[in-house]
T-cell receptor
Framework: DQQVKQNSPSLSVQEGRISILNCDYT??????FLWYKKYPAEGPTFLIS?????DKNEDGRFTVFLNKSAKHLSLHIVPSQPGDSAVYFC??????????????FGTGTRLQVFP | EAGVAQSPRYKIIEKRQSVAFWCNPI?????LYWYQQILGQGPKLLIQ????????DSQLPKDRFSAERLKGVDSTLKIQPAKLEDSAVYLC??????????????FGPGTRLTVL
């Protein structure tokens, strides 16, 4: 049962344009959402996050939008740069006491930014 | 600050053999995680420690996988015996503490295991 879904395995965007990566989730108990970026042969690195009490969080070129009613979040990268080429994982953390930082990951979207 | 260290980076074994992976988290991080990432999938949590105690091992195949964090610092993950489907990247991560608010997890580079 895939609780966090990234339905687009890959995305190709021209440098300078906007990249939009999408993520859907099924579990309404998730209350914190994160995006991780992964380069080949490296571990994932944290990019940006959003709490369920917000619908938008912005950090420089990166903005995450959360639509709780649709159980959908998206990551916008503007403008896209070649160095953004990587695999992006959406992750969710369930609500609840001592185990609130358990992460459920999606399958990832490979972003390629070309000149 | 040094990141999460893992070794070896690559390992090739035959099925039914045993293998062990080592992880040294960021200094001072109380919580340590082992994830399995199969090709084309996202990381899946195998086990989570806080200090030297197990917080969650619900997805650890306990008939063949074991993990320990005896002194609450570094950790080892063992597979015995290995199966073909264990071929994956094994990621270790750590975070500062376990509490009510989310703490960012810092990942190591992973160990790529190939079982032939």
């Amino acid at each position: 049962d895939q609780q966090v879904k990234q339905n687009s395995p890959s995305l190709s965007v021209q440098e300078g344009r906007i990249s939009i990566l999408n993520c859907d989730y099924t579990n309404s108990m998730f209350d914190y959402f994160l995006w991780y970026k992964k380069y080949p042969a490296e571990g994932p690195t944290f990019l940006i996050s959003i709490s369920s009490i917000k619908d938008k969080n912005e950090d420089g070129r990166f903005t995450v939008f959360l639509n709780k009613s649709a159980k959908h979040l998206s990551l916008h990268i503007v403008p896209s740069q070649p160095g953004d080429s990587a695999v992006y994982f959406c992750a969710a953390s369930p609500r609840g006491g001592w185990n609130t930082d358990k992460l459920i990951f999606g399958t990832g979207t490979r972003l390629q930014v070309f000149p | 600050e040094a990141g999460v260290a893992q070794s070896p980076r690559y390992k090739i074994i035959e099925k039914r053999q045993s293998v062990a992976f080592w992880c040294n988290p960021i200094s001072g991080h109380a919580t340590l995680y082992w994830y399995q990432q199969i090709l084309g999938q996202g990381p899946k949590l195998l086990i989570q420690f806080q200090n030297n105690g197990v917080v969650d091992d619900s997805q650890l195949p306990k008939d063949r996988f074991s993990a320990e964090r005896l002194k609450g610092v570094d950790s080892t993950l063992k597979i015995q015996p290995a199966k073909l489907e264990d071929s994956a990247v094994y990621l270790c991560a750590s975070s500062p503490l376990l509490g009510d608010s989310y703490n960012e997890q810092f990942f190591g580079p992973g160990t790529r295991l190939t079982v032939l």
